[in-house]
């Protein structure tokens, strides 16, 4: 038999019909063990396997979920990632992973794979497709981080708090010229405005001024190194600096090292891989077994319809890690 053995082909050496071959693989109808016994030789015989998704379509669910985030390069986004494929494995699904690379395009045609494979539902990081674009699919969707639709629940922790905390911690060494650095804010991804409003908050009631810099990040560390220099450039008399994510606050700290200034740093995000690779930094950690795990179960509870239905902001919160 020439190429893989399909559903088909063990119906035919079975002497069956493919819906028979279906109902032995899902132990599903009336079946006599004859009939059983046939179909499962003719599996062993062709070494046939079946198409998780394919067999699926003859049960009410396929136990698969998308997931729909920028990147699993950026440390933040893998290892949440890493915690709800873990926490889903445990509930016996599995899971579709898709990198947008925040392009919308992309993003799209992910939606319409996801769709046509007819997942149970997604979890959702990115964002640039319109609202009404997952509002149509019609499915059970949580987001994280992401205003998705109003009609749909999101999972996050507390920029807000993280940003005042982030800003006290360094008032608290003594410092007083401290400048943020972002990304650049908009409605749906509301979780860098949060970080800055907490940064400016507690300047203005300390009386100090302000300075935000609102940046559409790159991935590459050449551009951010690029980035970063300008703005050392631009301010030499800073000596705390709040940055809203690991990557860039450690491309930061060793920049701040080779040039022999004393600025202090504090980041975001308090990923094992950078606090493993960078100790000494200072972040501000997200809870993220924590927000893998609600994540996945306000999306298993609207898959089992048992969702109170009132759809909202879930909010975690955040701690401050030292560094060494």
Known sequence: MAGKPKLEDVAR?????????????????????????????????????????????????????????PTTGHPFYGELIFQIENILSEKNYKVLICNTMDQAE????????????????????????????????????????????????????????????????????GLTKIIHINSVPCEEAPSSLQRRKGYEDVMKE????????????????????????????QNPAIDGMFISDDMTAAIALSMVRKM???????????????????????????????????AVDLLLKEINNEFDGIKKNYILPVTLRRGT
């Open 106 to 173: 992309k993003e799209k045609k992910y939606l319409d794979m996801l769709l046509a494979n007819q997942v149970d539902g997604m979890i959702v990081g990115a964002h640039n497709i319109g609202i009404e674009t997952y509002q149509r699919a019609h499915l059970p969707i949580v987001a994280i981080d992401r205003k998705v639709s109003d009609t749909i629940a999101v999972v996050s922790s507390d920029n807000y708090g993280g940003g005042r905390l982030a800003t006290e911690d360094l008032l608290n060494q």
């Open 13 to 69: 050496f079975a002497g069956v019909s493919p819906t028979t071959v279906s109902r032995v693989l899902n132990n599903r109808g009336a079946i006599s063990d004859k009939t059983r016994r046939r179909v499962n030789d003719a599996i062993a015989q062709l070494n046939y396997h079946p198409n998780e998704i394919a067999r699926s379509l003859f049960v009410s669910k396929t136990h698969f979920i998308g997931l729909v985030f």
């Open 206 to 233: 300390h009386g100090l001024p302000f300075k935000t810099y609102e940046l559409d990040y790159p991935f590459d560390r050449e551009a951010k190194i690029q980035i970063l220099s300008s703005i050392f450039a």
């Open 260 to 294: 022999k200034r004393d600025i202090r740093i504090v980041g975001f995000d308090g990923t094992e891989t950078v606090t493993t690779c960078v100790p000494e930094l200072t972040t501000i950690v997200q809870p993220l077994r924590a927000m893998a795990q609600l």
